[in-house]
């Protein structure tokens, strides 16, 4: 993983839904990004939704962009 965003989607279910997208230098199989995070983080904390995107938005200060 090169870059990754993760914010928050509201959920009429859950209330919040933590979702990410992320780019990388080569496709990632799924299962094998959320075994790394459940390895450093609390279940709560990873993602439900995870996106590969080819790039993320970025102000022109060269900071990710917080408008999702």
Known sequence: ????RVYGRPSSVVGTLLCA???S?????EPDLRSHLASCLQA???PRIMKRVE?????R??????NV
């Open 1 to 4: 993983v090169v870059e990754a």
């Open 21 to 23: 997208e992320y780019t």
């Open 25 to 29: 230098l080569l496709p990632l199989a």
């Open 44 to 46: 709560h904390k990873i």
């Open 55 to 59: 790039s993320l938005a970025k102000t």
């Open 61 to 66: 200060t060269g900071k990710l962009s917080r």
